[in-house]
């Protein structure tokens, strides 16, 4: 009976509004996040983040929901400190790219207090964030940086794909009690999809086998999910099952494993830049722990080593098209046993 | 020519400066306008009412010193000495573009004309002019570095530690902050506690000083000072320009956290180029009819700047591909 | 008692300052002997020379107050009330030290004593403060949270935009400088071209004070204040304490930045245990042999602390892969 | 009639002071890097850096060597800017692990200026940073962050593992008209070996086959060379062809893909973490451009998804260990051939 649609923005905002209602120690702050603050004149709550994800909330949680300096160091900082001091912070990365200004606060600090500490802190903080191309906002506001997150211990990664996984991913990141990177694609806000009004989690760890296949496994990730949904339509003959992890780390190994031993093919896809990337990691897993299913080369299908370009037929040619991801699928179906 | 150092100002460079804020307003009037039809991709913010702030600041530089600029660079770059035309076909994100249509309207830069760049990255800027004034130090020359700041980046680590930087190594450098209220939605009210950022440069040991951001004299005569002080080797300084964006914090922000009247109020009041435009003809040292000129050659520069962008071709998509490293 | 707040402490509290700084004292002063033997490892940074710093300002805070101390932090642990036996076997690498050998020096943290961990990362713990503030206003707290910085890293941007943030977001935090006038080798009268970090407080609108970091009475008198003004909903402050450390920037530093009679000096004149002993027997607060008694404790407390620290067992190798996640 | 053995640290001093002296341009700065400024008393180059690499040069060079305050940020955005203005500056970052206080000026600017700007820009600068464990600097000192570089395109990232290396390609870096980030592994500062005294150059994107074979291959970089050559004189009767790529960005795929042609096994040795690392990138390299020669499983040989623990014991199981190395190339030797 699950018929309500809503876009993928609202299920954040949704997740968010949830469990504020049910947990007073969740707290959400960063830049313009409710907006308008220190205008005498103008409104409050004027913005709800850049592109309107947490508008409203404001007024139903006003000294939850708050804006911030400009100061993603102090931002990510006051989220590890609030979360080891008895709050479960949601701070505000604006966009992923902007890691470079305070990282060290996330993976040097966040990350590492338990295990630094003996075992003996928790830090149940939730860093949101957004991240991918596809709008024309160039290099330094479309990366998929992700596999760095990924890369640290300490951290877990979540990259929801549609508007179901956005809830209940979100709401089981404000309930961890480790640090997690909520990754947003901003691509995919207005993506609608079914989701339930009462509250639910999405397990961490645990792949989304979208449709089940016995000649091809696809992997993929975030915006690449629906592309390689588009690539799959394009093909006839071609039986594919396709994977999305939905968590980077936690990673389902075993699902992908279990995939490759029946399909022993598998293509890639991910958004991220190719060189020690989310594609190349899976594929390692592959050619490490599940080699002897595979009946022909793992291909991966990845943006080029280059930033990302600003105008439209660059980045269109940047990002893969779910014609190269159809590409990549037959030519692999259609490749003889090997040896 | 009534008070300041306006009096000492030759005529052509105050036609020249005009013609810079001209042309600024004109062109960001016209992006506005062309955003609207959609042709026009990315985020672009834009710089009308700010525009004797970075003319006012360019104008005492020479081709061979750098600026670097923020995410509303327009103004900026078309200061430095920018090409306009380019300038536009890379907001329509075309091969003629200044950078070929790989960068837009965040990432416009120009380094034959001294522009480092703008930035997407809010704090990016004052780093590397700390770079620059260390280049001309040790290369000997009396090269400067500017770098543009708005009242939100200057609470970024980056830029506060840079003023120490730049102080402890005694760095030809100036760190410009164009205070216009507002870092996207929210006021420096709240957003740097209502305090003048310039007070943060006396904690560093550099000269600060607050002037009038929409008095081109008044931002001029504080950056003469200041760049001349940097290539002197007397060290970096501070200007504070209070100011006041026409627009909105990108273009698409509804602006509800402004006051209605906020803006319509600033360009009756404290428009620069009115501003500019009473000071020199109530001084008789430049006329109306002078200045009307300016206004139609800008206007047919900006008209051709746009079909000149329109009409040019997109770049190739494997060019995506080119120009990663200088070798690899 | 003369002068100053002092005055008012009850003795029991003064016996208690004493041995929190003679135990910094001889914890440093052993460590540094021990580790020339080979057996300890890693880094260490002492903070013998500084004790009236981190036991003034721990003096005025409750357990359930946090701080996050940095990469010199066995002062900042022991004055918070962390277990100094279990800090020794951390410094060894053993099973039973405060983050069972997973940690330690530049590492020891205490959660259960609000000692938030020292720190690796210059300027690293800034920003933690301020998420100790806010989380004690959600939740309608008075717990106040305390940074402790160098002057080396009062020049890192993540404590200077850490200054703006709190005092924006009205935060009930204090930070404090210990300014030993070097970051490592390099001089804070070149890095900070010798200018009172307190002063970058006034930009930011915080209030800011420089004290005699050498004077346990001094520092207490100006942290109860400022941790008087966060609890009661004033804001955050910032404390300058001027001090010296007495041996190099690590075991091992050779110190040839340093007048050869730099330490000597200031161990001779400017020592806070001395100073203190001074200020209350001459005020007959308290007698020589009750602080006599105290060093015999200590003693013997430092000496158990090796003891048990060298004997205890090495983590089992396979516990490295323990503790990183509370679920995974 | 090379026989002049001197360290992998003054392998480095020489390579800086040698390029130092034939271009003015080359400045080097960074916290400490002489030591002892500001001070009144005391002496001038009182440190050469932290560990004393650069010990000596202010003496030569007092206007180019140049200590700096304590701002990472500041000090990779003015090596970005003056690269960019006509120097060739080396910027220190003491540790690797303090990346996270200044990652936007490498990553945001000096990585992307060439590209976002139409390819009119060049940013001729080298970071050198130190990275490793086996000093029991624990989890924010022991890092072999180089992935998180690796990932991003417009940087090169170098790893030598030897004192030639070391010097030949430390001039190639500053001579390189991109940015390059040098790791220099705190563990090797003391290693000796041949080092000719006149200036040379090692090339990028070229790696070393330190002994040719015909079993397996043994991909291993920067610490792990070393580790895997004991691994290697541990074992009787297998073939090993060992590869230091020296550097991973460029990398030289051809040689790895020729190498397992050749053997058909692979094991990658690798010190960074193992999620999005270097050891799953060469896998996936092999995965996919080297799968027909497989006969075996590839074997990753890396430290846990943990940070670096401080106790010798951990840190001692963390880092592959010549003993794991070997055990793995033995294994892999004695599979039979796959299908
Ligand atoms: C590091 C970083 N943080 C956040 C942003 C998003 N952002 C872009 S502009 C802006 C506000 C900047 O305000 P200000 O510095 O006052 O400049 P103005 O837009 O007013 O010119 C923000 C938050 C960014 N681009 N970079
Ligand atoms: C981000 C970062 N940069 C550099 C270092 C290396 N480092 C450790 S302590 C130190 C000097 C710190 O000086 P100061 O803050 O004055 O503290 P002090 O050692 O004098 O107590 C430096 C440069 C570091 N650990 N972290
Ligand atoms: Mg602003
Ligand atoms: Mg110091």
Chains 1, 4 share one sequence.
């Not at chain 1, 903080?125 to 024309?136: C, H, L, P, Q």
């Not at chain 1, 190349?280 to 793992?298: E, W």
């Not at chain 2, 300016?294 to 190739?316: H, K, N």
Request: proline letters at 6%; a negative charge.
């Amino acid at each position: 009976m699950m018929t309500r649609k809503i876009t993928y923005q609202k299920a954040i905002n949704e997740a968010i509004r949830q469990e504020m209602a049910v947990d007073p120690t969740v707290v959400l702050f960063g830049e313009d996040v409710a907006g308008g603050e220190g205008s005498a004149t103008g409104e409050d709550d004027a913005w709800g983040g850049v592109l309107g994800v947490t508008k409203g909330l404001k007024k139903l949680y006003p000294d939850r929901i708050l804006d911030t300096p400009l100061s993603e160091s102090a931002i990510m900082g006051t989220a590890a400190g609030a979360a080891a001091s008895g709050l479960k912070p949601i701070g505000e990365l604006m966009f992923i790219d902007f890691l470079g200004v305070c990282f060290d606060q996330i993976f040097n600090q966040a990350a590492k207090f338990r295990y630094m500490f003996g075992g003996k802190a928790e830090t149940p903080m939730v860093i949101r964030t957004m991240y991918g191309a596809g709008m024309n906002a160039a290099a330094q506001h479309s990366q998929a940086l992700y596999p760095i997150f990924t890369h640290i211990p300490g951290l877990k990664v979540v990259l929801p794909s549609n508007p179901y996984d956005a809830k209940g991913l979100l709401i089981s990141a404000i309930r961890d009690r480790d640090p997690v990177i909520f990754c947003e694609h901003k691509m995919l806000y207005p993506m609608k999809g079914e989701v339930p009004e009462e509250s639910y989690t999405v397990p961490f760890g645990v792949a989304n086998v979208l449709q089940a296949g016995d000649d091809v496994t696809v992997v993929a990730l975030g915006q690449m999910v629906g592309f390689a949904q588009q690539a799959i339509s394009m093909l006839d003959g071609v039986s594919v099952e396709l994977i999305d992890p939905r968590t980077t780390s936690p990673f389902d190994d075993e699902a992908v494993l279990r995939s490759v031993e029946k399909t022993g093919r598998l293509v890639i896809v991910d958004e991220s830049s190719p060189r020690c990337g989310m594609a190349a990691d899976v594929a390692s897993l592959v050619a490490t722990k599940g080699f002897n299913f595979l009946k022909a080369p793992i291909i991966n299908v990845t943006p080029p080593h280059t930033p990302v370009p600003f105008a439209t037929p660059l980045e269109r040619y940047y990002l893969p098209s779910p014609e190269r991801i159809a590409d990549a699928i037959s030519r692999l179906a259609s490749t003889k046993e090997n040896v | 020519m009534t008070g300041t150092a306006s009096g000492t100002i030759p005529a052509a460079e105050l036609l020249q400066a005009y013609r810079t804020m001209r042309t600024i307003r004109d062109f960001e009037e016209r992006v506005y306008k062309e955003f609207q039809t959609g042709q026009m991709p990315g985020f672009v913010h834009l710089y009308a009412g700010e525009e004797a702030v970075a003319t006012g600041v360019c104008d005492v530089l020479t081709p061979a010193d750098y600026i670097a600029s923020t995410h509303r660079g327009h103004g900026h770059a078309i200061a430095k000495g920018c090409d306009v035309v380019a300038m536009m076909a890379e907001l329509y994100g075309k091969a003629t573009g200044t950078c070929k249509g790989k960068g837009g309207s965040m990432h416009i830069a120009d380094l034959s004309t001294g522009m480092l760049g703008a930035n997407g990255i809010v704090g990016g800027g004052p780093p590397l002019v700390c770079g620059v004034g260390l280049s001309a130090k040790v290369r000997g020359t009396d090269q400067v570095g500017v770098s543009f700041t708005g009242d939100g980046g200057s609470n970024q680590g980056t830029f506060l530690e840079s003023l120490n930087f730049a102080a402890a190594m005694n760095l030809p450098v100036v760190f410009v902050v164009e205070n216009n209220g507002y870092a996207e939605s929210t006021a420096s009210s709240f957003h740097q506690s209502g305090i003048d950022v310039a007070k943060r440069a006396d904690g560093f040991g550099l000269p600060g000083v607050v002037v009038d951001g929409q008095d081109y004299f008044a931002v001029r005569e504080a950056a003469a000072e200041a760049v001349g002080r940097a290539r002197a080797g007397g060290g970096p300084s501070l200007i504070e320009c209070k100011t006041i964006r026409y627009f909105g914090h990108f273009i698409g922000d509804q602006q509800k956290y402004r006051a209605p009247n906020e803006v319509a109020d600033a360009r009756e009041h404290r428009d620069p180029l009115k501003n500019f435009r009473a000071r020199v003809t109530r001084a008789g040292v430049l006329t109306d009819e002078q200045l009307d000129a300016i206004d139609t050659e800008v206007a047919e520069l900006i008209d051709r700047a746009v079909a000149q962008a329109q009409a040019a071709p997109f770049p190739a998509p494997e060019s995506a591909l080119e120009d990663v490293y200088v070798s690899y």
